[in-house]
């Protein structure tokens, strides 16, 4: 087998490696649920503190729903010496060294509940890329449904990766607060992008489902409603400096680069795209992003250069958020 493909395991919380063509699977890594097979999770103390970091609160957390792993990448392109998965179910990360194919770190982001964006990285695993998914009150306080609109919001967090420690700096991270919108998958911009992150999004209805006095749409209807949800389009090179900046507010002791900081610093823009995406993939070369719906049968291919001209050009309205929403033509 001239390649090896590492595949999510879902709710078996794991990661199998395949072998392609063949399509064996060559192993199992161990990663967020006890293995007695190999030891991961029994008795070894090693492996019980990289479990225990994934606690949740006071909470002994010993499942998870892996989705979309990544390859560790120098230059754009991967270099096979790292991969990072998350776990959707319980907003964690987990880093899995390739040298000798096990787990080595576990981290419970300390500001959400839930992720999907999974594990994205750019170009050289400077930062690895965890995105939300349902929004959430900060910090995973409660809030009456009622209130969707003004105390849930979505984020984006930024993992500072240590290449030579082979571990995520978990002091040197920081999140971003977005509006209520899902936050779907992420890429890295490359080459002419390199700085830039592309992240889908679904539900910019804000839709909550129906009430208990039967009023609104069904969730599905009411998620579905209009024909557009929003790329979001972030400068996280100038992210990371307002962050380091200390402009940020503390969730659960974390930094988080405030919604409206990021409006007025030109962190984050929204771009039109067909309803319900599922991943936003950057070219090689860094100068197109591509984009599906998954309930509109659509592919929409954005120009870099264009964003970029329509960013300069203020040619935006903005959102109920304030975020600008450039124009689609």
Known sequence: DPYIMFASGGHSGQVF???????????????FTPEPWQGWGFGNEGTMEVLDAGNVGEN??????????????????????????????????????????ETKQIIKNPIAIN?????????????????????????????????YNDDYRGMVTFWK???AGGRIDEGSSFAMELPPYWQDLCDAGKLVSDGWVFCGSFNTERATGEGADGSGDPFEAGASARDNDY????????AAQVAAAGNTFDVNGFPVVGLQTAIDEGLLYFVPEPKSPHGADVTPGGEYIVVSGKLDPHVSIYSF????QAIADQNWQPDPYGVPVLDFD
């Open 17 to 31: 490696v395949i072998g392609v063509p063949s399509m064996r699977i060559l192993k199992e890594l161990a990663v």
């Open 60 to 101: 002994e957390v010993r499942w998870a729903d892996t989705h979309h792993p990544a390859l560790s990448e120098t230059g754009g392109d991967y270099d096979g010496e790292f991969v990072f998965i998350n776990d959707k179910a319980n907003a964690r990360v987990a880093v899995i060294d390739l040298r000798d194919f």
């Open 115 to 147: 992720d999907h964006g999974g594990t994205k990285v750019t170009p050289d695993t400077e930062w690895v890329v965890q995105g939300g998914q349902y929004a959430t009150p900060h910090g995973w306080e409660f809030s009456q449904i009622a209130n």
């Open 161 to 163: 990766f240590d290449r």
């Open 231 to 238: 790329l979001h389009v972030i400068n996280l090179d100038k």
């Open 305 to 308: 250069e264009k964003i970029q």
